[in-house]
């Protein structure tokens, strides 16, 4: 076998470059051969990196753009256009999140057992396009049955592609450089989805919603005239479908370079493996009581911001049809707000996380978060819901990374861990539950009043957890000093 075989052979199993070169010199190479041989190596290798580059970049952007085109706030208002209650819109939104948590858990440990390989990561793309191009027609026939079928594969396909594409990303690229354009769009790739955010408002805006007539006279070539409806929610979708299709041709066409995983036993071994793990790592919020109450206030949080979620685009779609620039392209402006937002937030956290203490963070970030539903329910100015909006993803960045911060003060680097991979799962039937009664709220008292509960609960049940746990934690502070001072 020639050097730069062995080379080769040792690159897809290992990427640590100066072991692979101790170990060829313990063969009896020598080291300048050795040398030469890797940089030919390399030098081969340059067009495949390069190719490989191209694809990523060119996949990148379309799913930059179809997550602009595919926002959750137009899912919701399809759902409502097709015929859905405010019931069936929260409950299934409730469902996609728990689904998601579960699946999220499940493939996160998949990829220790098994590599997904491109073709299973292509063809949920795939599906997940072609799940809008569903939800457009349940919307343009009226179908809500067909909508949230197509709304919870679509989410099984986004989770299967997105989760799984980050992981084949990370293990086919590692140890490559990246092209400029991947680089532009690690960092402003939340712009591109903005702009297509932006761009997909006005499209399902500036067509009515019950569709343009086009004509098309063949007459002259011997045919009858052909006429049809176009709709501009459709039309979104269908781009939406057509980006996401061709995102997972191109991840196909991606060259692999994964190692394979060494593991003992079939799938269903791992499953089993899957679910004691997961029942045994939520025994960490059991530990005491400061856990215990972070972990309450942290799933409390998630449900309210799921079911607010769920109906946000709804509430601002349907009261502001007639004023600033109408429906859809009101509901898109003021995401995009919170889009940029979420840039801000994370900029301004790590300036709070060096000068206010944990304490401060969670309860002013949880105000900030309950700014947004008082205000859909005290204050009906654009303005002002724009505002409460872009403070309220600041508000989340702010409590997330708190909540990090106070779960590294009550636990040790393992329990960290073993605290954040399981929340996930313990959240799953709390979501369902809780969701499931805020969506009945919806539909009796309508999403105003619910908007006005989940506030409350923000402010009255959530803030008062945080201020239980720095209570616990200054109290055992202040036990273990005269402990260790005798005063």
């Known amino acids: 076998m020639r050097l730069e075989d062995e080379i080769k052979r040792e690159i897809d199993t290992s990427s640590d470059i100066h072991g ?9 190479y020598d080291r300048e051969d ?3 041989a890797f940089k030919n190596v390399v030098h081969a290798d340059g067009v495949k990196k390069d190719t490989n580059n191209a694809r990523f970049s060119a996949k990148e952007l379309l799913d930059r753009i179809g997550y602009g085109f595919s926002s959750l706030q137009f899912i919701n208002i399809l759902f409502l256009l097709s015929g859905a209650s405010f019931f069936l819109i929260g409950f299934f939104n409730g469902l996609k999140a728990a689904l998601s948590y579960f699946l999220s858990g499940f493939l996160s440990e998949y990829v220790k057992f098994k590599n997904i390989n491109k073709t299973a990561i292509g063809l949920s793309g795939v599906v997940f396009g072609l799940s809008f191009f569903c939800m457009a027609i349940a919307a343009v026939i ?6 949230a079928g197509a709304f919870i594969v679509g989410t099984i396909g986004v989770l299967a592609h997105g989760d799984s594409y980050l992981d084949f990303y990370n293990k086919t690229s590692k140890g490559e450089k990246r092209n400029f354009f991947l680089k532009f769009i690690s960092y402003f790739g939340i712009l591109i989805t903005a702009v297509s955010l932006l761009v997909a408002g006005f499209l399902m805006q500036s067509i009515p919603i019950n569709g ?3 004509t098309i006279d063949f007459s002259a070539i011997g045919f009858s005239t052909l006429a049809f409806n176009v709709y501009g929610y ?3 979708f269908v781009i939406t479908a057509v980006l996401f299709v061709v995102s997972g041709i191109i991840l196909y066409r991606i060259e692999e370079h994964l190692s394979p995983i060494q593991n003992d036993g079939a799938w269903y071994t791992f499953i089993s493996g899957y679910i004691k793990r997961a029942n045994a790592d939520t025994k960490i919020f059991t530990k005491n009581k400061k856990v215990f109450f972070l972990m309450l206030a942290t799933v409390v949080t998630t449900v309210v911001q799921i079911l607010a979620n769920a109906y946000y685009g709804i509430y601002i779609y349907q009261n502001y049809q007639t004023v600033f620039w109408h429906g859809f392209l009101n509901v898109a402006i003021i995401f995009v707000i919170a889009l940029i937002a979420s840039i801000t937030g994370s900029m301004l956290t790590k ?3 060096k000068t206010l203490g944990e304490a401060p963070m969670l309860v002013f970030g949880t105000l900030l978060i309950a700014l947004l539903p008082l205000t859909l329910y005290y204050n009906h100015s654009l303005y002002a819901i724009g505002l409460a909006t872009a403070l309220s993803v600041v508000g989340g960045a702010i409590v997330g990374v708190a909540q990090g911060l106070m779960a590294e003060r009550l636990l040790d680097e393992n329990e960290v861990k073993q605290y ?4 996930g799962f313990v959240s799953i039937i709390p979501i369902l539950l809780i969701v499931t009664i805020g969506s009945v709220a919806a539909q009796l008292f309508y999403i105003e009043t619910l908007f006005l509960i989940l506030g409350l609960i923000l402010a009255g049940i959530v803030m008062p957890l945080y201020f239980v746990i720095v209570l616990i934690v200054n109290k055992e502070y202040n036990e273990k000093l005269k402990a260790r001072t005798g005063k």
Do not use: E
């Open 420 to 423: 954040f991979s399981s929340l």
């Open 142 to 147: 009226h179908s809500p049955i067909l909508f």
């Open 20 to 28: 692979i070169k101790a170990q060829l010199v313990k063969r009896g």
């Open 351 to 353: 300036s709070f996380a």
């Open 212 to 214: 343009y007539l086009l």
């Open 34 to 36: 050795i040398d030469r």
């Open 234 to 236: 459709l039309l979104a």
